[in-house]
């Protein structure tokens, strides 16, 4: 009997213990940023495992893509063929817009050039366990020229934003997350607005967009939405998505809706990322303002 | 030493599976919570200190990779642990009960607590759309999970306790 509450009282002492520790490392996480040594030992113990099971799940998706039967090949081949067609034609008369462009942006002296930006490729090695976040790793780091702030486009579209970095790993948050919000515009008008991820509005993976100013300019369904000139983080002209809902708020001073975004958020394998932030490439002055 | 290597290894292999094989595995984009799971059945079957332990490391993964603060998660879930050390003595092997309404109790504290950590903090009141829209999917999922996965830890510690007791014997 003495024994058994000998023992009780060392598991509550304990319990005390490893709440202190807890609240003690909650506070030091919310005076400085990163989780430091804890972070760094994790990045080399149990990101090769995720790269290894995500290598694996890799190669077994590759193989049971090899089993799709001829017949939808050659479905999907036709279709593509035609896709081919219709872009060389649309490429033709860009890359003449293109040439236009240039001209007139040697006469302008606008020496920015949005539209190359130096990227480098990645694999998505785990995503977020947790129903909460929508946030996944990549295997690319600081070695690779990954940095805090950067940002990351699949195919054509703008995936998130690096949040931590460690020397072959990089947490991205997507812009799905309740906790991302990005400045964005409407490409036809240029009027910009917010556009914020939603728990809710996450499982069918759509967006929310508010603080678009109701003026003059009609903005439909189907509008082109990319990043804006005043974001702090983003880099200008990221393709976003959408507009597919769109309604006057009850103020009738702003204008709010959702955005189907132009990237499949539940099937993301290989990422693009852009080295390049936009603190780096503005000088840096209005580093750390805010979201 | 062995049993320790193994629970961490249990704890590693859950966690490596929730984030890469049950992503694709979601349904209605709800995971099941395999890590609670495994926290909330060391509790009630090798006590509180034990639960707590797993949960303890369980928590740091989580918050490593998937959580924003350092240590939110780490304490829920030693906490979940020591809760479920306490009904120990109420736990036999054969009944599959107890643990069932256990570890979905632990699941509903955990969503629960997150919702009001995370998202009520923020100011965030849509309560019941959280509810319904990830505590409770999240809850089903995971006893559904539980069924399978509690079955395999039950087997792995069985064997483990045999084997410390024949070596206990061993040197009486």
């Known amino acids: 009997m003495k024994n058994k509450s000998q023992s009780s009282f060392s598991s509550k002492y304990w319990l005390i213990i490893i709440s202190v520790v807890c609240v003690i490392l909650l506070g030091i996480e919310r005076f400085t940023d990163g989780g430091g040594p804890l972070r760094f030992i994790a990045g080399y113990t149990v990101i090769p495992m995720q790269e290894g099971i995500s290598y694996v799940g890799r190669f077994m998706s590759d193989l049971s893509d090899n089993f799709e039967t001829l017949d939808e090949m050659k479905k999907a081949n036709e279709k593509l063929q035609s896709k081919v067609d219709e872009l060389t034609t649309d490429n033709t008369r860009l890359r003449q817009e293109q040439y236009e462009l240039e001209r007139l942006r040697e006469l302008y002296k606008l020496d920015e050039n949005y539209s190359d930006y130096e990227k480098i490729g990645a694999h998505v090695i785990a995503n977020n366990g947790s129903n909460w976040f929508a946030t996944f790793t990549i295997d690319k780091g600081t070695l690779d020229g990954v940095k805090v702030d950067s940002n990351v486009l699949a195919g054509s579209g703008l995936v998130g934003i690096v949040t931590e970095v460690g020397p072959n790993y990089a947490q991205v948050r997507s812009i799905i997350d309740d906790a991302s919000n990005v400045s964005a515009m409407m490409l036809s008008t240029s009027d910009t607005c917010m556009v914020r991820g939603d728990l809710e509005l996450m499982s069918d993976g759509r967006l929310h967009f508010e603080k678009l100013p109701n003026n003059d300019n009609v903005v439909e369904p189907g509008e082109q939405v990319v990043t804006s000139h005043v974001s702090s983080r983003f880099l200008q002209g990221l393709f976003i998505g959408y507009v597919s809902d769109i309604d006057v708020d009850a103020n009738n001073l702003t204008r709010s809706g959702y955005i189907t975004p132009a990237v499949d958020f539940s099937k993301l394998q290989e990422v693009l990322v852009i080295t390049t932030t936009k603190q780096e490439m503005t000088g840096g002055e209005d580093a750390g303002e805010g979201e | ?172």
């Not at chain 2, 479920?84 to 069932?100: A, E, H, Q, T, W």
């Not at chain 2, 999917?137 to 064997?159: A, C, F, R, S």
């Open chain 2, 1 to 172: 030493m062995k049993r320790k290597l193994i629970t961490l290894l249990i704890i590693l292999v859950c966690f490596l599976l929730e984030s890469s094989v049950f992503h694709r595995l979601s349904f209605a984009s709800v995971k099941p919570n395999l890590l609670i799971v495994v926290t909330s059945s060391f509790g009630f079957m090798r006590g509180k200190k034990e639960g707590m332990f797993v949960g303890f490391s369980a928590g740091l993964l989580a918050d490593l990779f998937w959580g924003n603060a350092l240590g939110f998660n780490m304490l829920l879930y030693a906490v979940i642990g020591y809760m479920n050390g306490s009904f120990k003595r109420m736990f036999y092997d054969d009944d599959v009960k107890l643990p069932i309404v256990l570890i979905g109790a632990s699941e509903l504290v955990y969503g629960l607590s997150t919702y009001a950590c995370v998202y009520m903090l923020q100011g965030d009141f849509a309560f019941f759309s959280y509810l319904f829209g990830i505590i409770l999917p999240e809850l089903v999922y995971t006893i559904l999970v539980t069924l399978i996965l509690y079955q395999i830890i039950l087997h792995i510690n069985k064997k483990l306790e045999a084997e410390e007791q024949r070596s206990a014997s061993k040197f009486v």
